[in-house]
C-alpha cells in the first residue's frame, strides 16, 4: 500500500472512529494528516518532542486500525457501498432481490 493509500484509509478510519479518541489523539492526528504539519513542526507547537509526536500519531493510527478490526465499520460501509453502486437500471427482479437480501446480511 503506497502512502497515499495508506494515508486515505487512515482518514477514512478516523471520521468513523475519531469519537472513540482521547483530545490529545485528535489534535496531534488532525495537525499531522489535516493541517500537513511535519512531527517537528507539531513538536514545537505543542512544546513536546518529535519522538513524543511520532509515538502519539503511531499509536493512534494503531488504535484506529484496532477498532476497525474488531468493529469493522468502515469495512461495511465500503461492501454496502459496492452493493449499492452495482444496482442499475436494467437489472432482473431476481438480481435486485439478490442484492436486497446481501444488503440485510450486511447490517
Not at 1 to 28: F, G, H, N, P, W
Amino acid at each position: 500500500m503506497d502512502a497515499l493509500s495508506k494515508s486515505i484509509r487512515v482518514i477514512q478510519l478516523y471520521d468513523v472512529y475519531q469519537e472513540l479518541l482521547t483530545k490529545k489523539q485528535k489534535d496531534y492526528f488532525e495537525a499531522y494528516y489535516f493541517d500537513d504539519l511535519s512531527i517537528s513542526e507539531i513538536s514545537e507547537n505543542k512544546d513536546v518532542s518529535r519522538n513524543a509526536v511520532h509515538d502519539q500519531i503511531k499509536r493512534t493510527v494503531l488504535k484506529l486500525e484496532d477498532l476497525e478490526n474488531k468493529l469493522q465499520l468502515v469495512q461495511t460501509k465500503v461492501y454496502r457501498n459496492k452493493l449499492l453502486d452495482s444496482v442499475h437500471d436494467d437489472m432482473s427482479e431476481k438480481e435486485l432481490i439478490d442484492i436486497i437480501q446481501e444488503l440485510k446480511k450486511v447490517e
